[in-house]
Every structure is written in structure tokens, then in C-alpha cells.
């Protein structure tokens, strides 16, 4: 029985400005070859079915995907704009990131790096505030920022929440973040704890005379989650933190929106990604979903650290973190070009498993345009919270002042404490 | 250096009626043990860091997951109620599906099922109509109901749309579906296509007699997605269709939330669930993927076919069927008990690659409470549309009919050739 997945190979294609074009890697099933998985991929994410179908026309075969690269185990597809909705991440996912993964004739199937082109490009927003703003906001020109997640992550009631924060910004941490899985639990519950977090930061800001930042989560279903949003600037309170992938990216968009009126700087947590990126054969990578993160306009995302208790290699990470900062991509190996044009840059955000001893390795792979978060390489401090806000503030500072860790330790008790406990690298 | 996931194994330990309790599937990284990975996942997963906090407390400790049963490569963890905040799952799966796929000392993680508390499960609706309440609206008693998708999936225009459905509708066929990757593109608008098909529609039940079926799709950032849904409630539509994984799972909560007043029936279509359930290694199972749906509370759901395109195995989507429609499910193996209670069933549909020879196998596998989708397998007759559709409710009539396939194919003629073109299993 011959199936209808054929005519979108041609590789003599050349894609065109109009064109989205995507980068996959993929795996035939057994008795499958490339060329007719290829076929199939770009077939069902466009315009074909298994079968010839009488309702088909030449015309609607015209708009199909063309593989236009085959090369060993990765293809590359340019999909017509046509295809999508403008500015509705969720239909152009389900085409090329949808039944795709499904289909019998392929074993495994990895989404790399989509290209966008203009006219989809033009119709999202990206960040509203990006790393200039975040560092205007914050007053700190240079220096990677510093900050922390409260631990344990769940637990504390709302004034034990606002107590370590605050003692977390008196020792020098910028930023304050929620833990991922904490929103509105019966021991601590959101307007409480934002009332009480952001009291303590006005205090930390006179204290310090620095300025201070409470990143609420404010992870929920999408109208309670714009409730919180709206809860958090009636309190003053500047930043929300939001579980990107587990409101998933109608919620992401309709935040977005929220904040043309709102304007508070949009932080992403990217809880559960490992589900679909993990996998270096099947899913899709975290740099595919950084770059869906950016177009539709998070300022903050986190793209891993190297070096803590995630994972995810040097190579990975730098790719990831260049490719939400940059203003243009550079086409190298299976990552495609990018030209982003308006869209700002997203201030890339480094957390898990890190401490004081980590950092000079963190900024010397990533550069100083990034949030350092530690949790427990900040509470886990044998002084405590605030002597372990001193230590990586201190460990910040080393690098602001170009100055050797080991060397910057021996003037500075709280960073010496924290490497005898954690070590360095 | 010692981590502070400790403590959160405790083989004695009897989960409670208050505890949400996962299955995990889980092979450590090299060098780690089951047990210590144990300790990774349901500390990360709960209330532990990778290093011990000064701001913990033994209180705190006491609220962590604990893992009661470590099995080979799987093991099963207790959640304690107070973790969660009840109705809001993208909080829920930010623990028990979040970070924890993300973590170094593991190689693979697989979330299987999930059993939910009586405390978290009243905090959802669950679906409105359910199978019962679909039956009762369509007027079909008994039958498998017979539906198709619009073919192909993108390049109709909004008149073309609904001339085809008009024709699988005069033909036989009960439902006609969106695709899912057509939204509102520039070559067929959303509210034309809507207000055209239902108006075919009309037509087609006033021809037939029978009642008839048209699922628009909905997908969109959430204001968009429920504007959508209102223009179908103002043009006398009765279901909406959503690609529930490429919007996310605030935006599905919204939408029945929505339903409450709004009273249209929720088809959910599972786009991109390949990129998380099908490496049977890590992810997460379109079980426990079906159990958040029907927790939740859409309607309708995809759970494969066994028999057609898209990948599934026998076991796995009869166990998928079962979670959804039945009250009460059995513990077997890594799947979870659970009493339903109140929570209605899902009706389950079987879509991708179907076609009239499938259908005694496909009844048989699954039973006769299956919504059957075919969009190459009638469109794609070499009758048509019509002859298409016809062939594929003569299927399903020779089930009702309880008169073999091939028996009913020597006096249908339009089934005969479906089988000719198709052949039969």
C-alpha cells in the first residue's frame, strides 16, 4: 500500500525569506530509510496524510514543507509562513513539533533549532524589558547579578519566606526567587507571602541602598495566574516568576500580553524540560525552546549551569545562552541562522546545584550576562543565610574586580567558609 | 561532599489516604545506586537541595516525599497533600514532573502514573458531559461513534471545509474535526470556517435525521482560545477541540473552567505527546498524561489506535482506555489504583492512519465505547469523501450489527472497496 508522504523531499530547494525552516535529527524505524522518514515528517507537520486523499489539489500540495536537507541522520525542513497563524505558538507546534513524535515510521525524532521568518517573527512580542532593562531596573551596569531561590523549597509559612529573603539581601543577593514549586500552599499562601516578601525588601533597599528584587511565582491556572500578577503590582513588587513549560505556551503568551499594561519583567522557570530535552535523539532541545521563550517575550530564562547539579554540557549551555542573547546567530553544525531583529535580548539565568566556588568557571563559560541563583550554595552556608549571600556576592565581586577567587577568599571570611565546605573549581 | 537528599527513603512507610502517589521509572547515572537516586528524585521533588539548609527544620523535613517501595528500576513515592496547591496543576507537575528530569545523578526518569488524593482530586472538575452526557447529545446508544478529520490537514479554504464535512456528514459519519495544526490561517479564518460548517451542518442533520458533529479547533493563547470558543457558542457549536499539550495545562483548566457556563463539549488532541511518552525510559507515559486530562476534565481524548500510523502498543492503550473510562482502576504492575468517584470518564478516541479494515480489530481491542477518526481512511476512498464515509459507518454498523466485515462488505459496496484499496486485518 503506497502512502501519500511523498513529493516533500527536494533538495534542490532553496528556502526563502517566507520560510520557517527546521532543523531536526532523525531516527528511521527499521525498514524505513532516511529519505522516505523525511518525507513523512514533513507530510504529516504540513499538508499530507498516509493516503492520496480526493480533496487533495495542486494547489494545497504547493504549500506543503520541502526537505531541503538530507545529511546522515539530520534533515532540515522549510515550512511556507502560510502554514501558520501568526502569533500562535501553540498552532505552530502542533505542526512541527506535534504528531510528528507519533508516527510509527520513525524510532526517534529530535527537534534542534527552528529559523523564524519575519513575518512570524514580527508577530510576537519578545521580552519588554531584556538585559538592558533588567540592568537599568537594577542599577548594576556589569557584574553577572546575583541571586538566590528561598529553600527548603517548600515549607516555610510567609514571615519565615520573608525573613530569609530579607536576610538573603543584606548579605548582598540582588534577587529573591520562590522555588518552582511553590505558589499558594495551606502553609504559605501567595497574597501573604508577597505582602510580606516585598515589605521586607523596601526594608532591605533602605538598609543596603541597593535595589532589591522579589521574584513571586505565580504559576497557576492562567486567570488566577494573571490575578497573581495583578496582586504582585498592587504590592509594589516589580517581577514575576512563572513555570514556563508546566502552564505551558498559551498561558506564557496571554502573560505576555498582560504585561504591555502591567510592565513586570517576566522571569521563566524551566521546570519539566528535561522531559523533552534530555533525550539527544528524541524530543526537543533546549535551545528550540529557548528560542520559542524568547520570541514570545520572557526576559528571564534559565538555561542550565555546567557546572552544578544539572545537567547539561558546555557546549549546550553557551549555544543556549547565545542564542537568547545575541542579536544574530551564526548557522553552525545543526544550529540555524538567526537574524532577531527587535526582539530583545533574554538575561539568561544559571541555577541549581551552584555555590560561591562554582562561579569563576560559570562566567568564564558564559560571560557576565547572566543571574547566578543558588539555594542551597546560599542557606547551606555553615553561617547561614546571610554570611552565604556574603560569600557569593563576594564571589561576584572577585570577578567584577578581576581578582583571583582563592586570592579574594583569604580577605573574605564568608567566601573562604564557603569553599572550605563546597570546594572549588 | 554529602548532599542533603537523605532521609526520603522509607521502605515501612504506608502510604495514606492524604498522599498523592507516583510510579517512577528510573536508572541512576553511573555510579549512583537505585536507592540514592531514590533519595534525588523524591528530595528534589518535594522539600530537599542537593546540600543541607540552615532554614530547614524537622517539621519541614517531615512534609518531604517518601519513596515507600524500590522495585528494580521502579519505585513509588508518597506525596503528602500539603506539597500541592489543590486545582493548580502546572504546580503539581512543577514537583512530581519537574526538575527531577533535569538531575545528573540520573540517566533516565519516567513518571508512569499518578494516584491522586480524594483532597486534590475534589479541587478539579473532571469532565462535564463524560461519555454518558456525548451519548445522550448524540443519540447514539451503542455504536462506536464515527468521526473523520478534515483532509488535508491545511490548504482548504473555509467554503471547501465545509462542503467536505458536509459530505462525510451525508455519508454517515457522526463527528467531523479541525486537524490540528488548522487554527485561523490567512487561506481559511477561524470565524468563517466556523459559521460556514455549522451551517452545512444544519443541513446535513435536517438531510439525515441524525445528529451531527462539528469539532472546531480552538487552539490559541488563552483570551484568543475562549474568544473562539464563545464564536462557536454564538453560532449554535456544541463542541470546541484544543491541542491540549501545545497550549499547556493552564490553558486547559481555563477552557473547563469556561465550560462550566458555557456548556460546550472538550475534545482534547494529543500533539507532541510523542516527544514526552515515547521513549518507554523517560518522560512520562500518555497515561499519566490521560490521567491529568481526565482530572482536569476535557471530554474527549486521544489515546491511540493500535492498529494505525501513530506508535502504541496493545497493552498500553488498552490500559490508557481503561484510566479514562472506568471508575475504578485495579492496581497491575507500575499502574496506580484509583477510585474516580465523581470524576466522570473520558470518552476515548482512536485516530492516525484508521481505515474501515481496522475497525473489527481496533473494537475488539478497545471495546465499543471509542470514538473512531478516520480522515485518510474516508477521504482518501476511491468513492471520495461520501463513498468514504459510508464505508467507514458501514464498518462500524457490522459491528453493531454483530455480522463480520467481510460478510457485510459483499452487500455495501462502498465498504467493499475501502477494503479493496486498504485491505483488512
Known amino acids: 500500500m503506497k502512502g501519500a508522504y ?7 530547494y532553496k528556502p526563502t525569506s517566507n520560510d520557517l525552516v527546521c532543523s531536526f535529527y532523525v531516527e528511521p524505524a527499521r525498514g524505513k530509510t532516511m529519505r522516505q522518514v523525511a518525507e513523512h ?3 504529516e507537520s504540513s499538508v499530507g496524510t498516509w493516503t492520496e486523499v480526493a480533496t487533495m489539489s495542486p494547489k494545497i500540495k504547493k504549500m506543503g514543507a520541502k526537505v531541503f536537507k538530507i545529511n546522515g541522520n539530520w534533515i532540515k525542513v522549510a515550512y511556507p509562513s502560510e502554514l501558520f497563524e501568526p502569533g500562535n505558538m501553540p498552532q505552530i507546534l502542533s505542526s512541527i513539533a506535534g504528531n510528528i513524535y507519533g ?3 520513525l524510532k526517534n525524532l529530535r527537534l534542534e533549532d527552528i529559523q523564524w521568518p519575519k513575518k512570524i517573527m514580527r508577530s510576537f512580542k519578545g521580552p519588554q524589558f531584556g538585559i538592558k532593562g ?3 531596573f537594577l542599577e548594576v551596569d556589569k557584574r553577572p547579578l546575583c ?7 517548600l515549607g516555610l509559612n510567609e514571615i519565615g519566606h520573608a525573613q530569609v529573603a530579607f536576610e538573603a539581601w543584606l548579605g548582598g543577593i540582588d534577587i529573591v526567587k520562590d522555588d518552582e514549586n511553590l505558589t499558594s500552599q495551606s502553609f504559605n499562601r501567595f497574597e501573604k507571602r508577597v505582602k510580606e516578601t516585598l515589605r521586607k525588601r523596601d526594608k532591605a533597599e533602605r538598609k543596603t541602598g541597593e535595589k532589591k528584587v522579589y521574584m513571586p511565582n505565580i504559576t497557576a491556572e492562567t486567570k488566577e495566574m494573571l490575578r497573581r500578577a495583578h496582586i504582585v503590582k498592587e504590592n509594589n513588587g516589580d517581577y514575576v516568576m512563572v513555570d514556563v513549560l508546566t502552564v505551558g505556551w498559551s498561558a506564557v503568551q496571554t502573560l505576555r500580553d498582560e504585561m504591555q499594561d502591567l510592565k513586570l519583567i517576566i522571569h521563566a522557570h524551566r521546570a519539566m524540560h528535561g522531559a523533552i ?10 535551545l528550540a525552546i529557548a528560542d520559542i521563550a524568547r520570541l514570545i517575550g520572557v526576559d528571564q530564562l534559565h538555561i542550565g549551569t555546567v557546572v552544578g547539579k544539572m545537567e547539561g554540557n558546555k557546549k549546550e549551555v553557551v549555544a543556549i545562552g547565545e542564542e537568547i542573547e545575541r542579536k544574530f546567530i551564526q548557522a553552525k553544525g545543526h544550529i540555524l541562522a538567526e537574524k532577531w531583529g527587535n526582539i530583545k535580548p533574554v538575561f539568561a539565568v544559571c541555577s541549581g546545584g551552584l555555590h560561591p566556588g562554582l562561579i569563576p568557571k560559570l562566567v568564564d563559560y558564559l560571560g557576565e550576562d547572566i543571574i547566578v541563583q543558588a539555594g542551597g550554595g546560599v542557606h547551606g552556608h555553615p553561617g547561614g543565610t546571610m554570611a552565604g549571600a556574603h560569600a557569593m556576592r563576594q564571589a561576584i565581586n572577585s570577578f567584577r574586580d578581576n581578582i583571583p577567587l582563592k586570592e579574594y577568599a583569604k580577605t573574605h571570611k564568608e567566601l573562604k567558609e564557603a569553599i572550605e565546605k563546597w570546594g572549588y573549581i
Open 134 to 136: 533588567i540592568r537599568k
Open 41 to 43: 515528517v514533513a507530510g
Open 277 to 286: 530535552t534530555r533525550n539527544p535523539k528524541h524530543g526537543m532541545s533546549m
Open 147 to 153: 541571586g538566590t531561590i528561598i529553600k527548603p523549597k
Open 103 to 105: 508516527m510509527k515510521s
Open 6 to 12: 511523498t513529493g516533500f523531499v527536494n533538495t534542490r
